[in-house]
């Protein structure tokens, strides 16, 4: 599924939209959640209504944000994390697979 088809779906019990890379606890937490229930994917740089804000990737944006979900969860998380354009904008993507 493209992007922009996954972000028209609107958030569900497996997608959630969170604005900007500075919630990193919500990040966290959503992503901890999606970890002990069920697949999911977690777009930020989304608005709650489906409005693609975007975000600014840093040099390191990615790896950080990656080690702080393994930092922060037990047994500890290890997501995909992408980044996507959607037009102008990018759209960081966080794939989280349930943990055993």
């Known amino acids: 599924m493209e992007i922009k088809e996954l972000i028209e779906k609107g958030e569900s019990q497996d997608l959630e939209f969170k604005e900007s890379l500075k ?3 919500e990040i966290g937490e959503t992503v901890s ?3 002990n229930y069920n697949d999911g994917v977690v777009l930020v740089g989304v608005s709650d209504g489906g409005e693609q804000i975007g ?4 040099g390191n944006t ?4 990656a080690n702080h979900i393994k930092r922060n969860t037990d047994p500890q998380i290890f997501p995909a994390v992408k ?3 959607v037009g102008e904008k ?3 993507m966080i794939e989280v697979r349930e943990s055993q």
């Open 23 to 25: 919630l990193k606890e």
């Open 90 to 92: 990018k759209v960081v």
């Open 33 to 35: 959640a999606f970890s």
């Open 55 to 58: 975000v600014d990737i840093g």
């Open 83 to 85: 980044i996507l354009e």
């Open 62 to 65: 990615l790896e950080e944000l």
